[in-house]
Protein backbone atom coordinates (compact mmCIF):
# COMPACT_ATOMS: atom_id res chain seq x y z
CA UNK A 1 0.00 0.00 0.00
CA UNK A 2 2.75 2.12 0.98
CA UNK A 3 5.85 0.87 -0.28
CA UNK A 4 7.69 2.75 -3.33
CA UNK A 5 7.39 1.39 -6.51
CA UNK A 6 10.57 2.73 -7.99
CA UNK A 7 9.67 4.35 -11.21
CA UNK A 8 10.31 2.97 -14.45
CA UNK A 9 13.81 4.11 -16.22
CA UNK A 10 12.71 6.46 -19.06
CA UNK A 11 13.18 4.70 -22.64
CA UNK A 12 15.41 6.36 -25.03
CA UNK A 13 14.18 7.26 -28.08
CA UNK A 14 14.70 9.59 -31.12
CA UNK A 15 13.34 13.20 -30.09
CA UNK A 16 10.35 13.35 -32.05
CA UNK A 17 8.67 16.94 -32.55
CA UNK A 18 5.27 17.03 -30.46
CA UNK A 19 2.26 16.49 -32.70
CA UNK A 20 -0.84 18.89 -32.75
CA UNK A 21 -2.99 18.31 -29.62
CA UNK A 22 -6.29 20.44 -30.18
CA UNK A 23 -7.98 22.15 -27.50
CA UNK A 24 -10.83 20.23 -28.39
CA UNK A 25 -9.28 16.70 -28.01
CA UNK A 26 -7.40 18.17 -24.62
CA UNK A 27 -11.24 18.93 -23.13
CA UNK A 28 -12.51 15.52 -24.34
CA UNK A 29 -10.04 13.30 -22.58
CA UNK A 30 -10.32 15.74 -19.61
CA UNK A 31 -13.91 15.08 -19.32
CA UNK A 32 -13.39 11.29 -19.73
CA UNK A 33 -10.68 11.02 -16.99
CA UNK A 34 -13.18 11.49 -14.60
CA UNK A 35 -15.06 8.49 -15.68
CA UNK A 36 -11.58 6.35 -16.37
CA UNK A 37 -13.17 3.56 -13.85
CA UNK A 38 -16.86 3.10 -15.12
CA UNK A 39 -16.42 -0.20 -16.03
CA UNK A 40 -13.27 -1.29 -13.07
CA UNK A 41 -13.31 -5.08 -13.37
CA UNK A 42 -11.17 -7.90 -12.36
CA UNK A 43 -10.00 -8.97 -15.78
CA UNK A 44 -8.14 -5.73 -17.34
CA UNK A 45 -9.23 -3.80 -14.58
CA UNK A 46 -9.14 -0.18 -15.69
CA UNK A 47 -7.94 -1.08 -18.84
CA UNK A 48 -11.10 -0.30 -21.06
CA UNK A 49 -11.14 3.63 -19.58
CA UNK A 50 -7.72 4.09 -20.41
CA UNK A 51 -8.75 3.04 -24.06
CA UNK A 52 -11.86 5.09 -23.26
CA UNK A 53 -9.91 8.12 -22.35
CA UNK A 54 -7.17 7.87 -25.10
CA UNK A 55 -9.95 7.46 -27.92
CA UNK A 56 -10.35 11.48 -28.70
CA UNK A 57 -6.63 11.64 -29.57
CA UNK A 58 -6.56 8.81 -31.75
CA UNK A 59 -8.99 9.87 -34.17
CA UNK A 60 -5.87 12.68 -34.87
CA UNK A 61 -4.22 9.31 -36.77
CA UNK A 62 -3.81 9.39 -40.01
CA UNK A 63 -7.02 7.60 -41.74
CA UNK A 64 -9.08 9.07 -38.75
CA UNK A 65 -11.18 7.55 -36.45
CA UNK A 66 -12.21 3.65 -37.64
CA UNK A 67 -8.83 4.10 -39.94
CA UNK A 68 -6.62 0.61 -39.60
CA UNK A 69 -3.91 2.83 -37.35
CA UNK A 70 -6.57 3.88 -34.99
CA UNK A 71 -8.30 0.53 -34.61
CA UNK A 72 -4.81 -1.02 -33.78
CA UNK A 73 -3.75 2.09 -31.01
CA UNK A 74 -7.51 1.69 -29.27
CA UNK A 75 -7.08 -2.20 -29.19
CA UNK A 76 -3.89 -1.77 -27.82
CA UNK A 77 -4.97 1.12 -25.09
CA UNK A 78 -7.77 -0.78 -24.17
CA UNK A 79 -6.03 -4.10 -22.96
CA UNK A 80 -4.96 -4.49 -18.97
CA UNK A 81 -3.75 -1.50 -17.44
CA UNK A 82 -3.51 -0.96 -13.28
CA UNK A 83 -3.14 2.74 -12.08
CA UNK A 84 -4.56 5.13 -8.94
CA UNK A 85 -7.24 6.53 -10.74
CA UNK A 86 -6.02 10.62 -10.43
CA UNK A 87 -2.68 9.26 -11.77
CA UNK A 88 -3.90 7.29 -14.67
CA UNK A 89 -3.84 11.09 -16.71
CA UNK A 90 -0.52 10.58 -16.30
CA UNK A 91 -0.45 7.43 -18.50
CA UNK A 92 -2.93 8.89 -20.66
CA UNK A 93 -1.15 11.69 -22.07
CA UNK A 94 1.52 9.89 -22.23
CA UNK A 95 0.45 7.03 -24.23
CA UNK A 96 -1.61 9.94 -26.36
CA UNK A 97 1.48 10.85 -27.36
CA UNK A 98 3.59 7.94 -28.01
CA UNK A 99 0.75 6.90 -30.59
CA UNK A 100 0.03 10.40 -32.20
CA UNK A 101 4.20 10.27 -32.67
CA UNK A 102 3.74 7.00 -34.49
CA UNK A 103 6.39 4.94 -31.89
CA UNK A 104 6.40 0.59 -32.35
CA UNK A 105 3.73 -0.66 -30.85
CA UNK A 106 5.64 -2.83 -28.96
CA UNK A 107 7.70 -0.28 -27.36
CA UNK A 108 4.26 1.54 -26.56
CA UNK A 109 3.16 -2.08 -25.16
CA UNK A 110 6.03 -2.36 -22.50
CA UNK A 111 5.86 1.09 -21.44
CA UNK A 112 2.58 0.70 -19.92
CA UNK A 113 3.40 -2.44 -18.75
CA UNK A 114 6.22 -0.58 -16.76
CA UNK A 115 4.17 2.56 -15.95
CA UNK A 116 1.47 0.21 -13.92
CA UNK A 117 3.14 -0.05 -10.50
CA UNK A 118 4.73 3.17 -10.29
CA UNK A 119 1.14 4.96 -10.77
CA UNK A 120 -0.25 2.86 -8.23
CA UNK A 121 1.49 3.15 -5.37
CA UNK A 122 2.76 7.03 -6.06
CA UNK A 123 -1.36 7.61 -6.15
CA UNK A 124 -2.57 5.51 -2.92
CA UNK A 125 0.52 7.33 -0.85
CA UNK A 126 -0.37 10.57 -2.41
CA UNK A 127 -4.60 10.44 -1.94
CA UNK A 128 -5.82 7.58 0.02
CA UNK A 129 -3.29 8.03 2.86
CA UNK A 130 -2.40 12.00 2.18
CA UNK A 131 -5.03 14.13 0.66
CA UNK A 132 -8.46 12.05 1.25
CA UNK A 133 -7.94 11.55 5.18
CA UNK A 134 -6.34 15.55 5.51
CA UNK A 135 -9.35 17.41 3.86
CA UNK A 136 -11.78 14.84 6.16
CA UNK A 137 -9.45 15.72 9.54
CA UNK A 138 -9.66 19.71 8.69
CA UNK A 139 -13.43 19.02 7.84
CA UNK A 140 -13.76 17.29 11.59
CA UNK A 141 -11.73 20.10 13.07
CA UNK A 142 -14.06 22.53 11.71
CA UNK A 143 -17.07 20.22 13.08
CA UNK A 144 -15.23 20.68 16.55
CA UNK A 145 -14.82 23.99 17.01
CA UNK A 146 -18.21 24.63 15.97
CA UNK A 147 -18.39 25.57 12.04
CA UNK A 148 -22.00 25.26 10.50
CA UNK A 149 -22.64 22.37 8.21
CA UNK A 150 -22.55 24.26 4.59
CA UNK A 151 -18.59 25.13 6.45
CA UNK A 152 -18.07 21.74 7.08
CA UNK A 153 -18.98 20.52 3.96
CA UNK A 154 -17.60 22.83 0.95
CA UNK A 155 -14.13 23.31 2.94
CA UNK A 156 -14.09 19.53 2.61
CA UNK A 157 -15.02 19.25 -1.06
CA UNK A 158 -13.22 22.90 -1.87
CA UNK A 159 -9.65 21.57 -0.54
CA UNK A 160 -10.09 17.71 -1.77
CA UNK A 161 -10.98 18.51 -5.30
CA UNK A 162 -8.53 21.36 -5.42
CA UNK A 163 -6.39 18.52 -5.52
CA UNK A 164 -7.97 16.47 -7.24
CA UNK A 165 -8.96 18.31 -9.78
CA UNK A 166 -5.09 19.32 -10.03
CA UNK A 167 -3.70 16.36 -9.89
CA UNK A 168 -5.99 14.94 -13.14
CA UNK A 169 -4.98 18.38 -15.26
CA UNK A 170 -1.45 18.65 -13.96
CA UNK A 171 -0.89 14.82 -14.63
CA UNK A 172 -2.56 14.88 -18.31
CA UNK A 173 -0.03 17.78 -18.75
CA UNK A 174 2.92 16.11 -17.76
CA UNK A 175 2.45 13.07 -19.45
CA UNK A 176 1.57 14.86 -22.91
CA UNK A 177 5.25 16.63 -22.43
CA UNK A 178 6.90 13.86 -21.76
CA UNK A 179 5.50 10.94 -23.76
CA UNK A 180 7.59 8.19 -23.19
CA UNK A 181 9.93 9.77 -20.95
CA UNK A 182 7.13 10.41 -18.26
CA UNK A 183 8.93 8.18 -15.93
CA UNK A 184 11.48 11.86 -15.17
CA UNK A 185 7.87 13.55 -13.99
CA UNK A 186 7.32 10.97 -11.28
CA UNK A 187 10.40 11.75 -9.81
CA UNK A 188 8.67 15.17 -9.30
CA UNK A 189 8.74 16.96 -5.25
CA UNK A 190 4.95 17.08 -5.17
CA UNK A 191 4.63 13.22 -5.49
CA UNK A 192 8.12 12.40 -4.06
CA UNK A 193 7.55 14.74 -1.14
CA UNK A 194 4.36 15.44 -1.13
CA UNK A 195 3.12 11.99 0.56
CA UNK A 196 5.34 13.35 3.28
CA UNK A 197 4.00 16.34 4.30
CA UNK A 198 0.38 15.34 3.38
CA UNK A 199 1.03 12.39 6.12
CA UNK A 200 2.25 15.25 8.43
CA UNK A 201 -0.57 17.26 8.30
CA UNK A 202 -2.80 14.33 8.40
CA UNK A 203 -1.58 13.76 11.45
CA UNK A 204 -1.36 17.49 13.32
CA UNK A 205 -4.97 17.59 12.29
CA UNK A 206 -5.97 13.86 13.20
CA UNK A 207 -4.86 14.92 16.69
CA UNK A 208 -6.43 18.02 17.36
CA UNK A 209 -9.88 17.30 15.60
CA UNK A 210 -10.79 14.12 17.11
CA UNK A 211 -10.93 15.18 20.62
CA UNK A 212 -12.67 17.90 18.86
CA UNK A 213 -14.88 15.85 17.51
CA UNK A 214 -15.86 13.86 20.03
CA UNK A 215 -16.35 17.25 22.69
CA UNK A 216 -19.15 18.78 19.90
CA UNK A 217 -20.89 15.21 19.68
CA UNK A 218 -21.01 14.55 23.09
CA UNK A 219 -22.36 18.10 23.56
CA UNK A 220 -22.91 19.15 27.15
CA UNK A 221 -22.44 17.11 30.58
CA UNK A 222 -19.03 19.46 30.93
CA UNK A 223 -15.14 18.74 30.95
CA UNK A 224 -15.70 15.28 33.12
CA UNK A 225 -17.89 13.78 30.57
CA UNK A 226 -15.69 14.53 27.69
CA UNK A 227 -12.86 13.35 29.68
CA UNK A 228 -14.71 10.03 30.12
CA UNK A 229 -15.37 9.87 26.31
CA UNK A 230 -11.82 10.47 24.90
CA UNK A 231 -10.22 7.92 27.74
CA UNK A 232 -12.43 5.28 26.66
CA UNK A 233 -11.94 6.51 22.94
CA UNK A 234 -8.04 6.48 23.21
CA UNK A 235 -8.08 2.88 25.03
CA UNK A 236 -10.26 1.71 22.55
CA UNK A 237 -7.77 3.28 20.16
CA UNK A 238 -4.48 1.67 21.89
CA UNK A 239 -6.48 -1.68 21.29
CA UNK A 240 -7.22 -1.27 17.80
CA UNK A 241 -3.50 -0.23 16.86
CA UNK A 242 -2.68 -3.27 19.26
CA UNK A 243 -4.51 -5.77 17.52
CA UNK A 244 -3.58 -4.06 13.97
CA UNK A 245 -5.01 -6.55 10.83
CA UNK A 246 -6.80 -8.84 13.05
CA UNK A 247 -9.54 -6.36 13.75
CA UNK A 248 -11.61 -3.95 11.88
CA UNK A 249 -12.89 -1.36 14.28
CA UNK A 250 -15.83 -0.13 12.53
CA UNK A 251 -17.38 -4.08 12.33
CA UNK A 252 -16.94 -3.96 16.36
CA UNK A 253 -18.67 -0.70 16.24
CA UNK A 254 -21.76 -1.99 13.46
CA UNK A 255 -22.01 -5.02 16.22
CA UNK A 256 -21.90 -2.96 19.34
CA UNK A 257 -24.06 -0.41 18.04
CA UNK A 258 -27.12 -2.70 17.37
CA UNK A 259 -26.28 -4.31 20.81
CA UNK A 260 -26.64 -1.10 22.03
CA UNK A 261 -29.91 -0.26 20.52
CA UNK A 262 -31.61 -3.45 21.64
CA UNK A 263 -30.42 -3.29 25.01
CA UNK A 264 -31.38 0.48 25.57
CA UNK A 265 -34.95 -0.26 23.96
CA UNK A 266 -35.03 -4.19 26.60
CA UNK A 267 -34.03 -2.10 28.99
CA UNK A 268 -37.40 -0.15 28.95
CA UNK A 269 -39.47 -3.39 27.60
CA UNK B 1 -43.06 8.43 2.41
CA UNK B 2 -42.85 6.97 -1.26
CA UNK B 3 -41.73 10.33 -2.56
CA UNK B 4 -38.99 10.32 -0.06
CA UNK B 5 -37.56 6.85 -0.65
CA UNK B 6 -37.56 7.78 -4.23
CA UNK B 7 -35.58 11.20 -3.80
CA UNK B 8 -33.28 8.97 -1.44
CA UNK B 9 -32.60 6.51 -3.83
CA UNK B 10 -32.01 8.87 -6.64
CA UNK B 11 -29.46 11.09 -3.79
CA UNK B 12 -28.02 7.12 -3.38
CA UNK B 13 -27.89 6.64 -6.79
CA UNK B 14 -26.04 9.76 -7.42
CA UNK B 15 -23.52 9.47 -4.49
CA UNK B 16 -22.73 5.64 -4.97
CA UNK B 17 -22.07 6.25 -8.86
CA UNK B 18 -18.99 9.10 -7.68
CA UNK B 19 -17.22 6.38 -4.92
CA UNK B 20 -15.55 4.25 -8.04
CA UNK B 21 -17.31 5.53 -11.13
CA UNK B 22 -17.99 9.02 -12.09
CA UNK B 23 -16.15 11.70 -10.50
CA UNK B 24 -14.97 10.47 -7.69
CA UNK B 25 -14.65 13.85 -6.15
CA UNK B 26 -15.69 12.06 -2.54
CA UNK B 27 -19.10 13.74 -2.57
CA UNK B 28 -19.61 10.35 -1.23
CA UNK B 29 -17.90 10.75 1.83
CA UNK B 30 -20.62 10.35 4.84
CA UNK B 31 -19.97 14.22 6.32
CA UNK B 32 -20.78 15.14 2.74
CA UNK B 33 -23.46 12.48 1.59
CA UNK B 34 -25.45 11.98 5.26
CA UNK B 35 -25.93 15.96 5.84
CA UNK B 36 -27.41 16.00 2.37
CA UNK B 37 -29.77 13.44 3.33
CA UNK B 38 -30.48 15.45 6.81
CA UNK B 39 -30.75 18.77 5.03
CA UNK B 40 -33.49 16.32 2.68
CA UNK B 41 -35.27 16.07 5.51
CA UNK B 42 -35.44 19.09 6.69
CA UNK B 43 -32.06 18.74 9.07
CA UNK B 44 -28.59 19.53 7.92
CA UNK B 45 -27.46 19.54 11.77
CA UNK B 46 -28.39 16.30 12.57
CA UNK B 47 -27.39 14.53 8.86
CA UNK B 48 -24.04 16.42 9.92
CA UNK B 49 -23.97 14.84 13.34
CA UNK B 50 -24.48 11.28 12.14
CA UNK B 51 -21.81 12.39 9.14
CA UNK B 52 -20.12 12.95 11.39
CA UNK B 53 -20.00 9.67 13.39
CA UNK B 54 -19.83 7.22 10.09
CA UNK B 55 -17.04 9.71 8.74
CA UNK B 56 -14.71 8.79 11.97
CA UNK B 57 -15.38 5.43 11.31
CA UNK B 58 -14.45 5.78 7.38
CA UNK B 59 -11.22 6.59 8.18
CA UNK B 60 -10.41 3.04 8.51
CA UNK B 61 -11.60 1.84 5.03
CA UNK B 62 -9.79 3.38 2.13
CA UNK B 63 -10.55 2.66 -0.99
CA UNK B 64 -7.54 0.94 -2.49
CA UNK B 65 -8.40 -0.51 -6.21
CA UNK B 66 -9.68 -4.07 -5.63
CA UNK B 67 -9.68 -4.37 -2.50
CA UNK B 68 -13.32 -4.63 -0.25
CA UNK B 69 -14.34 -1.62 0.98
CA UNK B 70 -17.94 -0.35 3.32
CA UNK B 71 -19.50 1.73 0.06
CA UNK B 72 -20.24 4.66 1.56
CA UNK B 73 -22.20 6.63 -1.19
CA UNK B 74 -25.52 5.22 -1.20
CA UNK B 75 -25.65 4.34 2.40
CA UNK B 76 -24.51 7.69 4.62
CA UNK B 77 -27.68 9.65 2.24
CA UNK B 78 -30.14 7.38 4.11
CA UNK B 79 -28.37 7.15 7.48
CA UNK B 80 -28.38 11.19 7.96
CA UNK B 81 -31.59 11.43 6.60
CA UNK B 82 -33.12 8.32 8.98
CA UNK B 83 -30.79 10.24 11.63
CA UNK B 84 -33.46 13.58 10.66
CA UNK B 85 -36.68 11.66 10.60
CA UNK B 86 -36.03 10.47 14.00
CA UNK B 87 -35.42 13.62 15.13
CA UNK B 88 -38.33 15.32 14.06
CA UNK B 89 -40.22 12.95 15.98
CA UNK B 90 -38.48 12.31 18.75
CA UNK B 91 -34.29 12.51 20.48
CA UNK B 92 -31.77 12.46 18.77
CA UNK B 93 -29.43 10.33 20.45
CA UNK B 94 -31.66 7.16 19.89
CA UNK B 95 -32.47 8.32 16.47
CA UNK B 96 -28.12 8.32 15.92
CA UNK B 97 -27.86 5.13 17.81
CA UNK B 98 -30.19 3.60 15.30
CA UNK B 99 -28.91 5.61 11.89
CA UNK B 100 -24.84 4.78 12.48
CA UNK B 101 -24.77 1.36 12.78
CA UNK B 102 -27.59 1.31 10.14
CA UNK B 103 -25.54 3.31 7.97
CA UNK B 104 -22.37 1.10 8.83
CA UNK B 105 -24.58 -2.02 7.47
CA UNK B 106 -25.72 -0.70 4.39
CA UNK B 107 -22.63 0.32 3.80
CA UNK B 108 -20.86 -3.02 4.26
CA UNK B 109 -23.82 -4.47 1.63
CA UNK B 110 -22.46 -1.83 -0.69
CA UNK B 111 -19.31 -3.38 -0.48
CA UNK B 112 -19.98 -6.61 -1.25
CA UNK B 113 -22.63 -5.48 -3.89
CA UNK B 114 -19.65 -3.85 -5.42
CA UNK B 115 -17.75 -6.91 -5.85
CA UNK B 116 -20.40 -8.37 -8.06
CA UNK B 117 -20.62 -5.42 -10.39
CA UNK B 118 -16.99 -5.52 -10.44
CA UNK B 119 -17.73 -9.74 -11.47
CA UNK B 120 -20.86 -8.35 -13.59
CA UNK B 121 -17.79 -5.72 -15.70
CA UNK B 122 -15.43 -8.78 -16.04
CA UNK B 123 -18.27 -11.10 -17.35
CA UNK B 124 -19.38 -8.49 -20.15
CA UNK B 125 -15.81 -7.64 -20.89
CA UNK B 126 -14.64 -11.10 -21.06
CA UNK B 127 -17.72 -11.56 -23.43
CA UNK B 128 -16.11 -8.48 -25.91
CA UNK B 129 -12.33 -9.12 -25.98
CA UNK B 130 -12.41 -10.11 -29.68
CA UNK B 131 -14.28 -6.42 -30.26
CA UNK B 132 -11.54 -4.73 -28.20
CA UNK B 133 -8.85 -6.77 -29.84
CA UNK B 134 -10.19 -5.68 -33.09
CA UNK B 135 -10.47 -1.69 -31.91
CA UNK B 136 -13.97 -1.21 -31.71
CA UNK B 137 -14.56 2.28 -30.37
CA UNK B 138 -18.52 1.45 -29.62
CA UNK B 139 -17.72 -1.18 -27.87
CA UNK B 140 -15.21 0.30 -25.49
CA UNK B 141 -17.49 3.23 -25.04
CA UNK B 142 -20.06 0.81 -24.79
CA UNK B 143 -18.24 -0.89 -21.87
CA UNK B 144 -18.12 2.55 -19.84
CA UNK B 145 -21.87 3.51 -20.29
CA UNK B 146 -22.57 -0.13 -18.86
CA UNK B 147 -20.85 -0.21 -16.09
CA UNK B 148 -21.65 3.19 -15.32
CA UNK B 149 -25.60 2.53 -15.91
CA UNK B 150 -25.19 -0.80 -13.58
CA UNK B 151 -23.37 1.32 -10.68
CA UNK B 152 -26.09 3.77 -10.66
CA UNK B 153 -28.58 0.95 -10.63
CA UNK B 154 -27.23 -0.75 -7.94
CA UNK B 155 -26.48 1.97 -5.63
CA UNK B 156 -29.84 3.45 -6.02
CA UNK B 157 -31.09 0.11 -5.02
CA UNK B 158 -29.75 0.04 -2.28
CA UNK B 159 -30.42 3.19 -1.09
CA UNK B 160 -34.00 2.91 -2.10
CA UNK B 161 -34.30 -0.50 0.17
CA UNK B 162 -32.23 1.39 3.03
CA UNK B 163 -34.65 3.88 2.93
CA UNK B 164 -38.03 2.16 3.09
CA UNK B 165 -36.87 -0.05 6.21
CA UNK B 166 -34.94 2.91 7.99
CA UNK B 167 -37.63 5.71 7.93
CA UNK B 168 -40.48 3.67 9.69
CA UNK B 169 -37.84 1.71 11.91
CA UNK B 170 -36.32 4.89 13.50
CA UNK B 171 -39.56 6.82 13.71
CA UNK B 172 -40.70 3.84 15.78
CA UNK B 173 -37.57 3.93 17.83
CA UNK B 174 -37.15 7.55 18.24
CA UNK B 175 -40.12 7.87 19.92
CA UNK B 176 -39.82 4.82 22.62
CA UNK B 177 -38.89 5.86 26.12
CA UNK B 178 -35.11 4.86 26.48
CA UNK B 179 -33.83 5.69 30.36
CA UNK B 180 -30.31 5.18 29.09
CA UNK B 181 -30.61 7.09 25.60
CA UNK B 182 -27.95 9.72 27.35
CA UNK B 183 -25.18 7.32 26.91
CA UNK B 184 -26.08 6.32 23.37
CA UNK B 185 -23.97 9.72 22.01
CA UNK B 186 -21.27 9.20 23.96
CA UNK B 187 -21.07 5.33 23.27
CA UNK B 188 -20.97 5.96 19.39
CA UNK B 189 -18.41 9.04 19.83
CA UNK B 190 -15.93 6.99 21.90
CA UNK B 191 -16.33 4.25 19.57
CA UNK B 192 -15.86 6.41 16.25
CA UNK B 193 -13.01 8.53 18.10
CA UNK B 194 -11.37 4.99 18.24
CA UNK B 195 -11.45 4.19 15.01
CA UNK B 196 -10.14 7.38 13.62
CA UNK B 197 -7.43 7.41 16.02
CA UNK B 198 -6.42 4.21 15.53
CA UNK B 199 -7.15 4.43 11.46
CA UNK B 200 -5.02 7.47 11.74
CA UNK B 201 -2.09 5.74 13.18
CA UNK B 202 -2.16 3.28 11.17
CA UNK B 203 -2.00 5.29 8.12
CA UNK B 204 0.87 7.93 8.84
CA UNK B 205 2.95 6.01 11.49
CA UNK B 206 5.08 5.13 8.90
CA UNK B 207 5.98 8.39 7.65
CA UNK B 208 9.25 9.91 9.66
CA UNK B 209 8.01 12.19 11.66
CA UNK B 210 4.94 12.30 12.08
CA UNK B 211 4.70 11.23 15.58
CA UNK B 212 5.15 14.84 16.45
CA UNK B 213 3.11 16.78 14.47
CA UNK B 214 0.47 14.13 15.93
CA UNK B 215 1.48 15.01 19.36
CA UNK B 216 1.54 18.76 18.78
CA UNK B 217 -1.96 18.50 17.07
CA UNK B 218 -3.23 16.38 20.38
CA UNK B 219 -1.90 19.54 22.24
CA UNK B 220 -3.70 21.61 20.54
CA UNK B 221 -7.09 19.78 20.58
CA UNK B 222 -6.74 18.64 24.26
CA UNK B 223 -6.23 22.57 24.78
CA UNK B 224 -9.28 23.57 22.87
CA UNK B 225 -11.24 21.12 24.35
CA UNK B 226 -10.40 22.28 28.29
CA UNK B 227 -11.34 26.01 26.98
CA UNK B 228 -14.51 25.09 24.83
CA UNK B 229 -15.77 22.62 27.92
CA UNK B 230 -15.54 25.02 30.57
Not at chain 2, 147 to 170: E, H, K, N, Q
Request: charged residues 10%.
Amino acid sequence: MTGTTPAPTPLPGPAVAAPDFPLRTRAAIVSRLFAVQASWNYEILIGNGIGFCVEPALRLLPGGAGGDAYRAALARQSQYFNAHPYLSSFAVGALARAELEGQPAARIERFRTALCGPLGSVGDRLVWVGLLPTCSFAALFLFGVGATPLVCVLVFLLMYNAGHVALRLWGLQMGWEKGLGVAAALGHPILREGPVWLARAGTFLAGAAVPLTVMRLVDGGGLPRVGITLAVAAVGASALVLFHGRVEGWRLALLAGFAALVLFLLRHA
Amino acid sequence: MIVDVLVLGTLGAILGLDVVSFPQAQISRPIVAATLGGAFMGDAGVGLLCGVLLELFAHETLPFGASRYPEWGSASPIAGAAAAAGAAVGGVPMSLLFAVPFGLLVASVGGWSMVQLRQLNARLARRRLDALARGSAATVAGLQVAGATADLARSGLIAMIGAVFALPTVRWIAVQPAPLDGYAIPMLASLGGAVAAGAAWKMFHSTSGTQWFGLAGLGVGTLLVALMSR
